[in-house]
């Protein structure tokens, strides 16, 4: 899809992209909120690596990160970024996959930030993207290419208030939607990983596909099913 296309539908839907020196932005129209960027060095993804917990932490524990172990990690439902950087600054490879083009345009235009930054720069050189839809992308995997781990962190149906939802999903929603797909996007992985595949869920939230996982990891707000490759 071309920029004049995709800022086309973007003006539709009530946004834009704006770039501001080396940031790119998305910004609403009707300037309902700040501008929203992708940002590898402040913010949250810097807490989560300096603060975040290290190997011990239930994300990496979820992956099967261990001594003597980094497994490279193909992360499905890539969205911001945050738990592919999460896992690439404890050392593992992740292939990042988006079918938003937006997102994706975003995502890029913080990798290529980060990179010129001494403190990760060699964080995101282990972390590569790819814009295209999951499903696709793993029906055409050749088997060399198998990754160790697929990483799933589906759109959670959203329930209650509009209020409530914060400001990052409202935007997420808007322009992709539920993932009306991640069923089938599930049963595919459980065909591609070689180890384990791992889908993040709210804690207390019902199975995937009502498929009970042959293990958890869970968190004070999150739990991550694991499942096994058949």
Not at 27 to 44: R, T
Not at 49 to 58: C, E, M, V
Not at 82 to 110: H, Q, W, Y
């Amino acid at each position: 899809m071309n920029d004049q296309i995709l800022n086309h539908q973007l003006e539709a839907s009530g946004f834009r992209l704006v770039k501001v020196g080396a940031v790119l932005s998305l910004e609403a129209s009707d300037n309902s909120f700040k501008p929203f960027y992708i940002d590898f060095i402040e913010g949250k993804n810097r807490h989560r690596r300096l603060f975040g917990g290290g190997k011990g932490q239930p994300l990496a524990r979820a992956v099967g990160m261990k001594k003597g172990f980094m497994p490279y990690v193909l992360d499905v439902t890539a969205g911001m970024g945050r738990d592919a950087f999460v896992l690439a600054t404890l050392g593992c490879k992740v292939t990042m996959i988006e079918r938003s083009p937006v997102i994706s345009k975003l995502l890029e235009n913080g990798l290529q930030r980060a990179m010129l930054e001494t403190e990760v720069s060699q964080i995101v050189t282990r972390m590569n993207l790819y814009q295209a839809d999951s499903l696709h992308f793993l029906e055409t995997m050749d088997e060399g290419s198998k990754p160790d781990v697929i990483y799933m962190d589906p759109m959670y149906p959203h329930r209650g208030k509009s209020a409530l939802v914060k400001k990052e999903m409202r935007i997420f929603r808007a322009l992709v939607g539920d993932d009306v797909d991640s069923e089938r996007l599930l049963e595919l992985a459980r065909s591609r990983a070689l180890r384990r595949i791992v889908v993040k869920r709210p804690k207390g939230a019902e199975y995937l596909a009502g498929s009970k996982p042959h293990s958890e990891v869970v968190s004070k707000n999150t739990r991550y099913d694991i499942y096994l490759p058949v």
